[in-house]
């Protein structure tokens, strides 16, 4: 930090949304600096504002917001000054920009080659020999195994990981003084996402690029920033080094959002060997893949002699990456998806050996709650509908069914009169809310919550956690609670089963497991937790 | 690559046989009389069973599927009745006119839609997509033999820059021949390409606004070759999809533009064969018709897997 003036440098900036959105400004009076060498994260929950700095400083955007007031300045030169060709001769040049999907950020039709070799067509640099050389350089740059074969394949014959790789690849090709990351790797598991920070922030120490660094997550900002920048509501709140945020909060907002971000050391256990066994799985088997003639190299053991019981009371966590075969489990204990062996029992009930016909005066005693609160819920119908639908269906009086409909609203936090209004007039918090209800509807002995709270932001993800934890005491509900956020997992589950490749690699007690971890996954997955220590520490005196 | 278009060509092969036994169990199986139908009410007995041996009817059902199967094999679609003459040359000549009809009103319907549609939702709410919109509108609310009646009645009535109707052939010059062929294949393509048009707005407009065009602009790539690298490689996939379906829509819409242009393509062959009864002809020329929809896919299928590398690797 021996240069003294900011690679970029942001003041007074106000933008405005359109007329109708819910608040006048998408960002409000802004100021920010990050300078050369630098790393600072600008943290905030969803609706904060922070993607807008992102796309303000790049240019990019959407049309239907303006800047209203401030200026935006790399090295000595005003962005917000510029036209067209300007933007376009800056962007890729001096600012590069990594983004949140490597899924879908990259062009699924043009050859990864073809993609960074373009920044430098676009910028009418090097000989078409020089970028081809120099896009191998840099696929090597980013740690990419077999650079040659990875720049001739199309994104999709690529994980998440290595896409994020090349989007980074891609970003750094011009050796940009800015670069900004929107949220990078918050798609990724956790081992990939370590991986990537690190990647991230060894570049950055090389060649001395400035990072704007857009995230939600505590976690990364502990690992990756020199500087915070805490956003609520599009205005800035609290702004200083790494230290003093995570350790000495000052603005209550920044409080209760550390507050928030669950700890990773467990409650105390609760006292659960009395109860019975409510869910009973042994051996469950499912393959994906392979039934056709050609196939069979192709099959994918989802599930490979899955056994775990839960008793009244009890959640059990099953973690794990992407691809673990989570998923499949949680589904295939409700029977959405159909095992090809294992046994499934339900209290007294051999709920696995039931015809389709037979098992369905039996569906209400397993239930689902999903993970996206957006798409899980009809929407063109109300939401006391969708709550009574279930009941209804297995003979309930209708009248009966939305009274209990209406008093299930109130017990998960929201007024009766929800059950008049349709899905999109809530919030995601609100939809986990409803989608709850409309399990418990079924007076559910068993519970699976597939990654129920992995979309919504800290604050909102707290409270539905302690939602879930009331309900079961009050209804004695076994859950299966399926989670990648071993965070989450450490403050709900009361045993963890880790998953790997279709297995279950080690199963304890949620406190045993956290300290004293058997197996090399395990010890793998809790390393790569981001801002392990540095986040306990400021949650310890919450 | 080689292996996909094996296993396509086989299902194309079983498609066409399945196509071939329908058709033959609809015309000739199913209950009535073919040479009674052909003849009509009030034919005579002896009459009828001339008719009958003349078709092979005596012969049991299985033989005469696989004597009309066999000898498509070998090009021979046997003899119309009403035309006295192989029924392949029939349409082979007719093949002449309804062939480079389709073609011509394929080409004109893609050139039309693709630009029109990219240009379109470039600049959407602009007003090159406000006049795409109403073109769009209008092409897909009037039918194609309205559209050629109006074409004759203004280019060849009025202005008379073309024939009303009819075909030189293809013996007296290119030139003639297109010129007869244009205003029909306008009219069979207007209302397809105002269909593709709006397809091919809606699907760049989705591609326009997906995160890997947001990437390369990132990268400082300016919109024109954004567009060009990104945006229209993406939407033709979809586009191709309606192309595909639209297809047998140029085929079967030949019927009805061929009549009314009064050219002698296939299409007005099987109005003719239709209105006199030849049922060999017409089970023939279903035949055709369908062998060329399946063929056509068959093209499609292969052209997605040009398009869209995703699915190459998936086979």
Redesign the interface.
């Known amino acids: 930090m021996s240069d003294p003036s900011p690679v970029l440098s942001i003041e007074n900036l106000s933008i405005g949304l359109p007329a109708l959105a819910d608040r006048q400004h998408a960002i409000k009076n802004l100021s920010l600096d990050i300078r050369a060498g630098e790393t600072l994260c600008v943290v905030g929950e969803s609706g904060s504002g922070k993607s807008m700095t992102a796309m303000a400083a790049i240019g990019l955007l959407p049309p239907s917001v303006t800047v209203l007031a401030g200026s935006i300045k790399l090295g000595g030169l005003d962005l917000l000054s510029l036209d067209e060709e300007g933007w376009c001769d800056v962007r890729g040049r001096d600012v590069g920009m990594v983004f949140q999907e490597p899924m879908t950020s990259l062009n699924p039709v043009m050859r990864v080659a073809d993609q960074i070799a373009e920044t430098f067509q676009a910028h009418r640099l090097l000989s078409q020999a020089d970028r081809h050389r120099r896009t191998i350089e840099l696929l090597t740059e980013v740690n990419l195994p077999n650079p040659e074969l990875i720049a001739r394949a199309y994104p999709h014959e690529l994980s998440g990981g290595q896409r994020q790789r090349v989007m980074i690849a891609m970003a750094l090709a011009l050796e940009p003084k800015l670069l900004i990351a929107d949220e990078p790797t918050t798609a990724l598991d956790v081992t990939t996402q370590a991986q990537v920070l690190k990647l991230i922030d060894n570049l950055r120490r090389k060649k001395g690029t400035a990072v704007l660094f857009i995230t939600h997550d505590f976690g990364v900002v502990a690992e990756i920033a020199d500087r915070v920048a805490v956003l609520q509501h599009g205005e800035l709140v609290e702004q200083g080094t790494v230290d003093e945020v995570l350790k000495n909060p000052q603005h209550p907002y920044t409080k209760r959002l550390l507050a928030a971000v669950p700890s990773l050391t467990p409650p105390p256990a609760k006292e659960l060997q009395r109860e019975p066994i409510t869910l009973k799985v042994d051996a469950l088997t499912k393959t994906y893949g392979g039934r056709g003639f050609f196939r069979r190299s192709r099959e994918v053991q989802a599930a490979d002699a899955v056994s775990f019981d839960i008793r009244r009371g009890e959640t059990l966590g099953l973690v794990g990456e992407s691809g673990s075969g989570k998923s499949t489990v949680g589904r295939c204990v409700l029977r959405l998806i159909e095992p090809d062996g294992g046994k499934i029992e339900i209290g007294d009930l051999m709920f696995s050996s039931l015809s389709q016909a037979d098992m369905r005066p039996h569906r209400r005693k397993i239930q689902m709650v999903f993970q996206d609160p957006f798409a899980s819920l009809n929407p063109r119908r109300k939401v006391g509908y969708i709550i009574a639908e279930g009941p209804i269906t297995q003979g309930v009086d209708p009248e009966q069914a939305f009274k209990e409909a209406h008093a299930l609203l109130e017990r998960v936090g929201l007024p009766a009169q929800a059950a008049e209004r349709y899905p999109h007039e809530f919030s995601g918090g609100q939809r986990q809310r409803i989608g709850i209800a409309r399990a418990l509807a079924m007076k559910p002995d068993v519970l699976v919550a597939d990654e129920a709270v992995s979309a919504l932001d800290v604050s909102v993800q707290a409270e539905i956690l302690k939602l879930i934890r009331e309900l079961q005491k009050e209804f004695g509900l076994s859950i299966l609670f399926i989670t990648h956020d071993l965070r989450v997992a450490a403050q709900i589950c009361d045993r963890v089963a880790v998953m790997q490749k279709g297995r279950i690699v080690e199963m304890a007690e949620t406190a045993q497991l956290f300290a004293d971890p058997r197996d090399a996954y395990t010890r793998q997955l809790l390393a790569a937790v981001p801002g392990k220590t540095r986040i306990l520490e400021g949650v310890q005196d919450r | 690559m080689l292996r996909l278009i094996i296993s396509r060509l086989v299902s194309l092969a079983i498609t066409l046989l399945f196509v071939s036994l329908a058709i033959f169990l609809i015309l000739e199986v199913l209950p009535g009389d073919p040479a009674a139908i052909m003849l009509g009410t009030a034919a005579r007995e002896d009459t009828l069973a001339a008719l009958r041996q003349e078709m092979g009817l005596d012969q049991p059902a299985l033989i005469r599927y696989l004597e009309w199967v066999g000898g498509i094999l070998y090009g021979d679609l046997g003899t119309s009745i009403t035309y006295k003459m192989p029924v392949s040359t029939l349409v082979a000549e007719r093949m002449n006119v309804t062939l480079p009809l389709s073609l011509l009103a394929i080409l004109i319907s893609t050139v039309l839609a693709l630009p029109l549609g990219v240009a379109a939702a470039a600049r959407r709410d602009g007003p090159v997509d406000r006049a795409v919109l109403v073109f769009s509108q209008l092409g897909v609310a009037v039918p194609n033999f309205w559209i050629g009646l109006l074409f004759i009645l203004f280019f060849s009535t009025w202005l008379g820059w073309f024939p009303a109707g009819g075909f030189p052939g293809w013996g007296n010059g290119i030139g003639p021949a297109l010129q007869a062929l244009l205003l029909p294949a306008l009219a069979l393509a207007l209302p397809q390409a105002a269909v593709l048009t709006r397809v091919t707005r809606s699907a760049t407009l989705e591609v326009i606004g ?3 065009v ?10 024109r ?1 954004t567009l060009r ?2 945006v229209v ?2 939407a033709l ?1 979809p586009v191709t999809t309606i192309l595909g379906l639209q297809l047998s829509f140029f085929f079967g819409g030949a019927i009805l533009v061929e009549n009314v242009f009064n050219l002698p393509g296939l299409g007005r062959l099987a109005y003719q064969a239709l209105s006199q009864r030849d049922l060999v002809v017409i089970k023939d020329i279903v035949l055709i018709f369908s062998g060329l929809v399946i063929v056509v896919n068959f093209l499609v299928d292969i052209g997605y897997t040009i ?4 699915l190459r ?1 998936r086979t």
């Open positions: 997906a995160d890997f947001r990437t390369a602009r990132a990268k400082g790539v300016d919109r070759s690298r990104h490689p993406n996939i398009l869209d590398p995703r690797s």
